[in-house]
Structures are given as C-alpha cells and as structure tokens.
C-alpha cells in the first residue's frame, strides 16, 4: 500500500537493496531496517543522505556510484529471468573467449555442474548452450525412519562432492560454474548442509571457477541447518544465512519463494569476487540487457509496491517462528499421508512433500514412459479440485533421454507445494483423504500420452496431454509361468529379498510349472486345482513376523496333469517329485516320502480324492530351497476313519507317533484330517511334518469353535496363548463373530489347525490357526481393515504393518473393493519366546472366482 510507483529511483528500491544487505551480508549486525523508517513516514533528506545513498562495495550490493560503475544487483521480474541474464551473458563472454581457447588446444568452458537444477534453470542454462551435470547426493529415495521425522535430518539434498571432485579432475578448465540449489528443488526439497557448502566452495576455489547459489528457498535451508546440523543449534537463523552467503561468489532468487512477494527476482554476484573477475566487464553486459528486456535498473519490471513486499518478505521469512510453523505443517502433512499409507520421500523437505509414485502404483505394471503420475494429477484435480505437479519422467522428459544413466537419476514424484499462510489443519486432512481415495483405486488411474510439444522446454507448462485408461490388470495375456513371475517380482520386492533369492525362487518356480507354465492362461481351464479359491494352479503366501516385520516369500502349485483324470494328475506329481532331486540333489531328499508314499498315493487312486499332491517352495538365504509336499489323507478311501488311519500310520513310519497320540486324543468329533505336509529336506532334524485339521459343525466365526481350538492349541503346543488365538479369530471373523449357527446348508469354509513336527520340536509341535477369510468379508477391503485393526490391537511393530501393506498392494490387480479373493486365508503362528507370525494366503486370481 505504501508502494512508490516512481520511474527512476523509488524508495522501494532502496529498501530491497537495504534489504539484501542485511539478509545476507551482516547477519546478526544489521542495521536500522529502511523500510520501517519509509512505512512509518520518519524518513527523511538526513536518512536518506546518511543511509540509503552512501557508498558500498565488496558484498553483493555495491551502493551509490559504485553500483552505476560496477553494477552487481539486478532486479527482475521473476526468477527465471535472473537465470535468463546470468547464463546469456556467461554464454556471451563464454563464446568471445571460444575463439582464442580453441588456437591454445583448450576445451571451452561450458559445463555447469549442480546438486539439481530446478526446471527453468536447466532449461535456461541449456538454452544458453551449456552442458549440465547433476550430483545429487546419493539415497535420495532411500527409506527414512518415519519416527525420526522432525528429529533428524540427513540433508539428502547435498552435493555429491566426491563425484563432483573426481568430474572436475577429468574435465580441467571445462567447468564454468558450480550451482548449488538451496534447497534443492530438484531433490524434493530436500536441504543442503552448511558442511556440504564448505565443501563445494573449496572445489570450486581450487578450480577458480564461481559457486552460486539458486537461492530461492534459503531461508528454509538455514533453519534445517540450525535444527538438523551439529553445531548450528545455538545460532540464530540470520548468521547461518549469513555463513551462507560467504561461501558464494553469487546467486539468483525468485522473491515469490523466501522473498514472500507476488512476483520478483534478483540476480547478484560479489564485487571483485571470482565472478567479476573471470567474466571483466560482466555488470555492464548485464545491465544493458536487463534495460533492454525488464525495464529501468531500479525497479526491473516490479511495480513498486512489489519492491516494498519483497523487502519486507526477506525480514520476515528468516523468522524463527514463520519457518518453524511453515516447516512444521509440511512435516505434518507428510506425517499424516504416510500413516495413511501412501509413501512419500522422506524427510520432507521444507515447501512441498512428495509423493513416492513408484510406491504409489507399485504392483501396477506402470512403465515410466506411461506418464502415469500425470494421469495421478488429472485425477485430483478433476475430481477434488486439488492441483500437484508432476516431478518426474514426464517434467524431466525421461522419453527423450538416450542414456541409461540420466533416466536411472529421474526420480518418479508428484510434488504438492505448500502455499504460505494459505492452507488450515482442514485443508491438509482434506488433501489426504483425497489422495488416499486415488491409492486406494490407483489401478484405475489413467496413464497419459503426449499430444503436442513433446520437444519443446519446459513442455510440463505448455504440451498437451491426453489421458488414457490403463490395461485392465485382471485380463491376463501372457502364459500360467509369465503371470505368476510378475506378481512374484512384485512380492520379492514387498518382502526385501535380494536379487539372488528372487532369482533362486523364480528358477524353482520355473521347474514347478514346468511345460504347462508355458500355456497361455485360459478362461476355461481343463483341470480346476485347489491351490487357489478361484481354480488357480498358483498361490502365493508370506509370512510375517509381528515384531521385526521380517517375510519369507513362499509359492504352492500343482503340477497340471496332460489329460483330465486323477491318474494323469498323479503321474504329473510325481513327475515333479523326481525333477525336484534331480534338480536339488545336496539338499532334497524323496527318503521319507517313500516311507509313506502308498498312504497317499496308492495304486488305482479313486476318483473321490481331493488331490493327488501339492508342492510349495520358500527360498531360505541359510538353507536355500525349502520344498513341502502336500498329500492327501483320503487318497485310500473317504472319510474321516482312512484319513485318521493313514496319518496314524504316516507318523508311525515317521518315528513320530507319541506326537500324533497327543493330535489325536485332543480331536473332537466334528474334527477332521484334510491335509499331509512333508518337507522334502534331507536334514532329519529341520525336515518337518504337518497335519492339517478342520474344525467342522459350525463357521469359522463360531465363538464356542474359536474357545475349543485355542483349548486345543494351548494344551498341546508349548507356545501357543489361548487368548491370542481368540482374539485372532475375533478380529478375521469382524462383527460376524460369535454367529455359531446350526443351519448346516449355510455353513462356510471352517476354520484349520495346523501341527508341524521336527527332530527340533521333539514331540510338542508348533501350532498355527488359519482363517479363510475371503468366505467371510463382502470384498477384499474389508479384509484389509480387519488385518490392519488387528496388527494395532495386538502392537505389531510399524514396519510389520508396512510390509504387510506392501505385500498387499504388490498382489492385487485391481481395487480391493471389486471383489473378493486377493486374500484367501491368514494365518496366525506362535513361536518361542512370544514371537507371532501371520501369514497372508494370497489368490492369483487368473480365474474368475467360482464360488
């Protein structure tokens, strides 16, 4: 309001110039702030004459004639146009010196090397003629512990100064300039320590070339450094600006960032530093062109009015309590998305949080080139009138990159800037939601192809984008082994593994599959499995551990006979048996199997048995390949008096009789045997046993069946908690539990029992309860509610709850709420010393589901 609209030198000029002096030359040691005396109208001809019009030089404000001599500070109207000036007028001199620098033999200098620059800036300095060089601190995506937010700080915004030493070395005399961005917008935000800065100044002093600073966020940055960065605690945000500030020869600054004004930017370099010395006569060039393009050197293209908000912004935005509460709401912000469960990259930086895209459509089949983020930002504005910003392969144009390494360093972000004194706790929790409702159908997010101005700079400004649908994840195109290896890639990225195990379970996957993985998946299978509830040959199941959030990825297949008969599905399992040793001859054994195998696989099998044999595989780091075999205790004859009779007999053979005296004599009538497990291992003493009992009469959500099982378990397993295993079931059953009912025509799938026995466990087995959860929900997002509910209640540890949802959204195709069968069961296992697992049963779903 108090803006001075003159032509020549209004006094908002001379208040920014004050201005810049203070911020980031005296530090602590300001002076009377101008604007004050001007706002307040006590500025008079003796203020003026004393204190706006006296000479001053050596900083990056040259003042009175000095600034008419040799010019240093230029004001514009937005920041770009400082990068514009700075690098057409390098590009100038630059191209003078050209001619003599090719007669020497010498390279020309036109590399400019940064920690990441923003898009207007590399794409000035590119337009300019310049080669640039990005050295970004490496783990930028790196996982952040999510406790420490607010706490810590490992400024992933840095230079890579190791890199950027051993480039300099190899390239002597081609490097212009060092451009470090403060913080780095490049980097999501991310700050820039004060020991980085150091050190970037002495390569660049060694080199004699200038370091400057894209400083449109410096404000922010000082105060990471005064909260994250040892010893800075006890200064003041002003002297850490000031220490800044004396590492660099100079820089640019939008002023509508840590200037808080609606438009302006500022181009300044220190008088007789580096910069002044290597390009003589620069001021002058750019002075001229500032005239020429922006208007009089004292206001620049800025109205007055604009100056005097700028001046007073730089006061203000180096307040200690505006950045703690700007900082603060941004932290906040990314808080409450990842307790949601969308992935941002952390710790947030100090504007804007980020969005992990690939986080976000992971398990989607999404392709960088998709420009899927795009698609993410069409959607929250179109439907929640929210506007983000893609910040990766589409704004950093992945599709037109040739080399492997500068698309390996485009980061797949979606970047949601925090507006200054705008946004409310509302606002925010609103956002979230929002975003969370996109996660939650992301499968459906369109992808987006680019209609015009795909070459052109900056083209995130101005290109057009159409929106496509993605390919329907639930049609499956490709054979039984290609399928499954996509969800399996998936989960061994959900679950940790390394590359090795991944490779070592998709190898044993290859060898269960076997010729009929190369067939094409089909609507209309000829031969319908068990393994999954929708007829699928395949499932996939992991285990995870309540209190680490360790996983052990495990697949379960039945070999697919040649013809449909039980004989041929026979031949096929014991077809696979054998590939099995061949395949593992240090580590599988098929000894014990032979003691038992006319138990479950007798001559003439009857044409009533469920199975002729199931086999799973898990990849151990220790023990490598960990195969199980799955029989069927029936295959002799139906009904619950031959299965009791073979496994009596199995665990007799086996030398484990005194451990199925105990199973039996704590049967009820309404129990049965339905499922055989032997470990194919050579080693007696990890090889393990497995019988599988259903508790029939009533659902699994039977309150009375719940009390008896925990009984059972309690009375025979040495770790199992009775009151654990209520609750478990309570939790899986939801508001169904305790509907015990005696219609037997409405009865579901029953709840199971699971013993294992070893030469380690001796005689008491380990016990596990499963659930088969996907008869009792309405869709599979209910079973993830009653799973997240339950790992709260029981304090499962965050990064258990983590991978948990990884595992998730690495198995579905679709939304969660479209269906259900993404879940199958889930499990709960009690171990030694009060360690709980819980297994998650996960359906391929490459049939539709039958029943």
Known sequence: MRGDESYGRNWGYYCLLEAFRDIFERGSSQQEHAIRRLLT???????????????????????????????????????????????????????????????????????II????????????????????????????????????????????????????????????????????????????????MANIRGAAALAKRESVPLFFDACRFAE????????????????????????????????ISLKKDGLANMGGVLCFRDKGVFATRYEGVGMLLKERQILCYGNDSYGGMSGRDLMTASAGLYQVTNQAYLAGRITQVQTFAQKLQANGIAVLSPPGGHAVYLDMDHFFFGCNRKPEDFASVGFTLELIKDYGIRAAEAGPFGWAYDLQESPEVRAKIPNLVRFAVPRHVYSDEHIDYTVAAIKQLYERRHTVPNAVITRGKTMRLRHFSAGLRPVPPADQAILTGTFFEEATKQLDYLALAVGQDDMAKQELTKALALATGEWGQSPVTPNPAWVSGVGNDGSPIEFS?????????????????????????????????????????????????????????????????????????????????????????????????????????TREAFHRLGLQTGWELIESALSPKDSVIYFSLDLSGSHDDARVKVYIAHGGANATSRSVAARVAQMHASICPDADGFEIQRFVAAMAGTDFGLDGDDQTKLKKPLLSCFAFSGNTGERPVGTVHFPIDAYVQHDGEAMRRVREYLTSVGASAAAKERYASVLAAAQRRPLDRGRGIHAWVSLKQRSGGRRENTFYLGTEMYPKTS
């Not at 008419?68 to 000036?85: D, K, M």
């Not at 600006?241 to 020869?249: H, I, T």
């Not at 199997?593 to 006319?598: E, G, K, Q, S, T």
């Open 41 to 111: 109208g006590t500025a008079d001809v003796e203020f003026y004459q004393t204190k706006l019009l006296t000479p001053s030089q050596g900083g990056f404000v040259n003042g009175g004639g000095h600034q008419l001599e040799r010019p240093n500070f230029f004001i514009v109207p937005q920041g770009r146009c400082a990068e514009t000036l700075l690098f057409s007028a390098m590009s100038t001199m630059l191209a003078q010196e050209q001619v003599k620098q090719q007669q020497d033999g010498n390279k020309p200098a036109n590399i």
């Open 114 to 193: 940064s920690n990441g620059f923003f898009d207007t800036t590399g794409a000035n300095a590119a337009a300019s003629g310049f080669r640039l060089e990005v050295f970004t601190q490496p783990g930028l995506t790196d996982p952040f512990p999510r406790e420490l937010i607010g706490h810590k700080n490992n400024f992933k915004g840095n230079l890579d100064l190791e890199a950027t030493d051993e480039f300099l070395a190899k390239h002597p005399g081609q490097v212009s300039m060092i451009l470090v961005t403060i913080t780095n917008n490049w980097a999501a935000a991310q700050p820039v320590s």
């Open 221 to 252: 940055n000082a105060y990471f450094i005064q909260r994250y960065e040892d010893g800075y605690a006890d200064e003041s945000v002003v002297d850490i600006v000031q220490e800044m500030f004396s590492y660099a020869d100079g820089f640019t």
């Open 542 to 646: 992991v285990s995870i551990d309540q209190g680490t959030g360790k996983a052990e990825l495990r697949f379960l297949t039945e070999a697919q006979p040649t013809a449909n008969s039980w004989q041929h599905a026979t031949d096929a399992a014991l077809q696979l048996n054998a590939d099995i040793a061949a395949s593992y001859p240090d580590s599988i054994s098929l000894d014990r199997f032979n003691l038992i195998r006319d138990l479950f696989i007798p001559q003439g099998q009857p044409e009533t048995i469920k199975l002729a044999a199931w086999h799973s595989c898990a990849w151990s780091p220790k023990k490598g390949p960990q195969w199980k075999l799955y029989l069927d205790p029936c295959a002799t004859g139906s009904g619950s008096n031959f299965a009791l009779t073979a």
